[in-house]
């Protein structure tokens, strides 16, 4: 019987955005257009998912070391309480962590603000074999940067195609980008906000700071949809995924990830000895025997 995880096809066409046709104001944050329509449904198919992904991920490594240039990033954008931290514990840690790099991009310090944008983002890109995930990314510069005014506009629209080339240039070198925007409505997010505050154990994960973000939402909205409409090329895809549901949010990353990985097919590389010459070795002449 084939793995439940197999039954839904091409995640990616669904959540795709398409530069020409795409319209942030349309997408439901709450929708469920394909996959399980339950959280019991979704949590079981994630364990399919996870097994999946962990054998294609042993695979990449292995590939890694054996001279491969291949590597997948995940990129996770969001609203606060979109649930980048929450999406990073489900989905990337259905892998190896040996095999898993997580970078976390906030306010760029003095030393960063010496160099170029991208400069910090370049030093955190994935190693070959390896899953990158970055809990945000160089797409503050044209976010942050932009609500807050923080460069000229001539300068951050100037940035969407320094990204484009960037991006460009990192699939080039072998990187398979999986870049998510995790989309919340305001309703959702002020029910998060306020679980933060009602619950002590969560109280450090709020900053009073978070109100004066949130009066911003729709200066936010307008600047997302306008990166992901510039930054979604056919090497480096957007995807819009409703975050309203946690459950759901997860499976379609994880999904994602699941996709880009079948699509490189990772193989384990060719040992440099013969196996059966030095299985024989060992049972011969087992030094510790």
């Known amino acids: 019987m084939a793995d439940k995880s197999t039954q839904v096809q091409s995640i990616s066409d669904t959540f795709r955005v398409r530069p020409q046709d795409f319209d942030l104001a349309e997408v439901d944050p709450a929708a469920l257009p394909v996959g399980p329509k339950s959280k019991a449904a979704a949590a079981a198919d994630m364990a399919a998912i996870g097994r999946e992904l962990d054998r294609l991920q042993e695979a990449l490594y292995a590939e890694g070391t054996g001279?491969?240039?291949?590597?997948?990033?995940?990129?996770?954008?969001?609203?606060?309480?979109?649930?980048?931290?929450?999406?990073?514990?489900?989905?990337?840690?259905?892998v190896n962590p040996?095999?898993?790099?997580?970078?976390?991009?906030?306010?760029?310090?003095?030393?960063?603000?010496?160099?170029?944008?991208l400069w910090r983002i370049r030093?955190?890109?994935?190693?070959?074999?390896?899953?990158?995930?970055?809990?945000?990314?160089?797409?503050?510069?044209?976010?942050?940067?932009?609500?807050?005014?923080?460069?000229?506009?001539?300068?951050?629209?100037?940035?969407?195609?320094?990204?484009?080339?960037?991006?460009?240039?990192?699939?080039?070198?072998?990187?398979?980008?999986?870049?998510?925007?995790?989309?919340?409505?305001?309703?959702?997010?002020?029910?998060?906000?306020?679980?933060?505050?009602?619950?002590?154990?969560?109280?450090?994960k709020y900053n009073p700071a978070d109100l004066e973000v949130r009066a911003k939402f729709s200066r936010y909205q307008l600047a997302y949809s306008d990166a992901l409409v510039k930054c979604s090329t056919p090497v480096a895809p957007w995807f819009a995924?409703?975050?309203?549901?946690?459950?759901?949010?997860?499976?379609?990353?994880?999904?994602?990830?699941?996709?880009?990985?079948?699509?490189?097919?990772?193989?384990?590389?060719?040992?440099?000895?013969?196996?059966?010459?030095?299985?024989?070795r060992l049972r011969e002449a087992d030094p510790l025997r």
Request: glycine fraction near 6%; charged fraction near 30%; hydrophobic fraction near 35%.
């Open 241 to 280: 995924v409703p975050s309203d549901r946690k459950w759901y949010r997860n499976w379609v990353v994880a999904r994602l990830l699941l996709e880009a990985l079948r699509d490189l097919a990772p193989s384990y590389p060719e040992p440099s000895y013969d196996p059966a010459v030095e299985l024989a």
């Open 98 to 117: 040996q095999g898993l790099r997580i970078a976390s991009f906030k306010k760029p310090t003095r030393a960063e603000l010496r160099h170029d944008f």
């Open 67 to 94: 001279g491969g240039n291949r590597r997948v990033l995940l990129v996770l954008q969001g609203m606060d309480t979109s649930g980048k931290g929450g999406t990073i514990r489900h989905v990337a840690g259905l």
């Open 123 to 204: 030093r955190q890109v994935p190693q070959p074999g390896y899953i990158g995930v970055f809990d945000r990314s160089h797409y503050e510069d044209v976010l942050v940067a932009r609500v807050d005014n923080l460069v000229p506009s001539t300068e951050w629209r100037r940035r969407y195609r320094q990204i484009n080339a960037f991006e460009a240039e990192l699939a080039e070198q072998g990187v398979t980008t999986v870049k998510c925007f995790l989309h919340i409505s305001p309703e959702r997010q002020r029910e998060r906000l306020i679980a933060r505050l009602e619950d002590p154990l969560k109280h450090w």
